[in-house]
C-alpha cells in the first residue's frame, strides 16, 4: 500500500459511513480483501475508491446486488466502468422532444387558447394541466399540443384521453419488448481494432429506433384504413 494503513474504524470515518455498512460490503464481495497484521485488518487506497465507486453507484439508483453484478462484470473484464456510466447517462437521455412548464392563468391561456367556462376542469380531469396553488403545470407540453391539434379536427378530449390510454398501453408492452435486443447490441470494432463505447452507439442507434417505430406503424395504419375503405366501414363511419 502506498500510504498508512487504515483500521475499519478509519476507513469508515474518512468516508462517513459507520462500519457495520463495511462489513457488509465485505460480505457480499464488494471490497478487496484487506490486509491483516496479526488480527488487526487494514485498509487502503483501492478500498476508499471501491466505497467512492460504491457510493457514486447507490447515487444512480442502483442496489447492492445490481452494483455486486456491475463490479463483477468489471472486475472480469466484461465491460468498463467508465463505459458503463456513459451508457446509462445515454440511457437517461430523454427520447422525447418535450418538457415541463410551469404557468399562471395568463400563461396557460397562451399554451391552451380559449379557457372556457370548464374547459380548464376538462384539461385538469385529462391530465393535461394540474392545479398548483395560483399556478398550473403542464407535464407534457408536446401532448398538450397534440391533444390540441386533434381536438381542432374535431376529436374531442374524451376520446383524446383515450386514445392516449390506448397507445401507452399497446407501445409500453412494445417497449419492453424492445428493449432487451435494443440494449443487447454489441458495436463493431472500428479501423483501430476497438469498439466504441456503447453509450455513443445507443445514441445513434435512437434515432433509428424511432424511425422504425414510426414508420411499421404508418404502415399498419395504412393497412387497416385500406381494410376498413375495402369492407365498407369506412362509409358507416363517415355517417
Same mark, same amino acid.
Given at each position: 500500500m502506498t500510504d498508512p494503513a487504515l483500521t475499519i474504524d478509519e476507513l469508515a470515518r474518512e468516508a462517513g459511513i459507520p462500519s457495520r455498512t463495511i462489513r457488509f460490503y465485505q460480505s457480499k464481495g464488494l471490497l478487496p480483501r484487506p490486509?491483516?497484521?496479526?488480527?488487526?485488518?487494514h485498509y487502503g487506497p483501492e478500498h476508499r475508491e471501491r466505497?467512492?465507486?460504491?457510493?457514486?453507484l447507490q447515487d444512480r439508483g442502483l442496489q447492492i446486488k445490481a452494483i455486486q453484478e456491475l463490479l463483477g462484470r468489471v472486475e472480469r +473484464?466484461?465491460?468498463?466502468?467508465?463505459?458503463? $456510466? %456513459?451508457?446509462?447517462?445515454r440511457l437517461r437521455e430523454p427520447w422525447a422532444s418535450d418538457e415541463a412548464r410551469v404557468v399562471d392563468a395568463e400563461g396557460l391561456g397562451a399554451l391552451a387558447g380559449d379557457l372556457r367556462p370548464g374547459r380548464l376542469a376538462d384539461l385538469i380531469r385529462?391530465?393535461?394541466?394540474?392545479?398548483k396553488g395560483t399556478s398550473f403545470l403542464v407535464p407534457s407540453l408536446a401532448l398538450l399540443q397534440l391533444a390540441l391539434r386533434l381536438e381542432a379536427a374535431g376529436v374531442g378530449l374524451d376520446a383524446v384521453a383515450e386514445l392516449q390510454r390506448t397507445l401507452r398501453k399497446r407501445l409500453s408492452r412494445t417497449a419492453e419488448d424492445l428493449a432487451a435486443p435494443?440494449?443487447?447490441?454489441?458495436?463493431?470494432? +472500428?479501423?483501430?481494432?476497438?469498439?466504441?463505447? $456503447? %453509450?455513443?452507439?445507443?445514441?445513434?442507434?435512437?434515432?433509428?429506433?424511432?424511425?422504425?417505430?414510426?414508420?411499421?406503424?404508418?404502415?399498419?395504419?395504412?393497412?387497416?384504413?385500406?381494410?376498413?375503405?375495402?369492407?365498407?366501414?369506412?362509409?358507416?363511419?363517415?355517417?
Open positions: 490486509e491483516m497484521h496479526g488480527r488487526v485488518a466505497l467512492r465507486r460504491i457510493a457514486e +473484464g466484461e465491460m468498463r466502468l467508465d463505459e458503463w $456510466l %456513459g451508457m446509462e447517462d385529462h391530465g393535461l394541466v394540474v392545479r435494443f440494449l443487447a447490441h454489441r458495436p463493431r470494432k +472500428g479501423a483501430a481494432g476497438r469498439s466504441p463505447p $456503447l %453509450g455513443d452507439v445507443l445514441r445513434e442507434l435512437r434515432p433509428i429506433a424511432l424511425d422504425a417505430v414510426r414508420l411499421v406503424f404508418a404502415q399498419e395504419m395504412e393497412r387497416v384504413l385500406r381494410e376498413w375503405v375495402d369492407s365498407g366501414k369506412a362509409a358507416r363511419a363517415g355517417r
